[in-house]
């Protein structure tokens, strides 16, 4: 697996949180995560079956990050050096100034607001570094925790697309999610200076 590091891939940090690019002792979290049907409930893609497929996913990633066509961080807890998830710019069209965010973490770190944090970094190093002009978000209609992180961003609402992803024999309806540079300068730096200028412990939150 090619861990090369690229032009648009560098390692960004929150106060509980490491986004860094991915190295081979990731896959087994990695297989966890893509093996899991909780975690891939609303994803409309098929699970992982074996540690192979795993590998052979990231060493597709590793080649995209490589050609600079996409970004993926890994999500490491800072202190416990664990890795929990991934967030990434999966699809990234250039020629529109846009691309494509895909967040996952493992089940047993959800709702302590980590996801909140990694995006944060993320969407400022897509906006700031990669020169984007918009990132799309789409998302399962009743994936109701994406769909409220996503919102407490900032993100709006543009579409509700009926039908369009068709998986397993059964075609699904998408929401689909935009968040403008401007809007994110605007609002969501506000919302974030706010939410960090409470005390955060470095592994608050974590047991
Ligand atoms: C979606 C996901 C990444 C959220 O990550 P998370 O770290 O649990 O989210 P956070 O704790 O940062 O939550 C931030 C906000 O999102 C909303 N939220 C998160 N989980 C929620 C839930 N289960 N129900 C309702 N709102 C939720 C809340 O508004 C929350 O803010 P609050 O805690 O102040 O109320 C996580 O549930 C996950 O990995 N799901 C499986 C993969 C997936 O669906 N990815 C998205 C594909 S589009």
Redesign the pocket.
């Known amino acids: 697996m090619s861990t090369t590091n690229t032009q648009f891939m560098q390692t960004l940090e929150t106060p509980r949180l490491i986004l860094r690019r991915p190295i081979e002792r990731d896959v087994s979290k990695l297989f966890e995560m893509r093996s899991d049907p909780i ?5 409309n893609c098929d699970l992982d079956e074996d540690i192979e497929q795993t590998q052979a996913w990231l060493a597709d990633v590793c080649k995209k990050m490589d050609a600079g066509d996409s970004v993926l961080w890994i999500i490491e807890l800072r202190e416990q050096n664990e890795t929990i ?1 991934t967030v990434s710019f999966w699809r990234w069209v250039k020629e529109h100034y846009r691309a494509e965010i ?4 493992l ?1 047993g ?9 990694a995006l944060w970094p993320v969407l400022s190093y897509g906006f700031d570094r990669m020169g984007l002009h918009s990132v799309e ?4 209609p009743e ?4 769909r ?2 996503l ?2 961003i900032g993100f709006v609402l543009e579409g509700h697309f009926v039908e369009n992803y068709f998986h397993n024999g059964i075609f699904h309806d998408s929401t689909i999610y935009s968040l403008l540079k401007s809007r994110f300068i605007a609002q969501t730096r506000i919302e974030f200076n706010h939410h960090y200028r409470e005390p955060l412990g470095p592994a608050e939150g974590i047991e």
């Open positions: 975690t891939s409930e609303y994803l998830g895909g967040y996952r973490l089940p770190f959800w709702r302590k607001g980590l996801m909140f944090e978000a789409n998302t399962h994936n109701l925790a994406s409220a992180l919102e407490k």
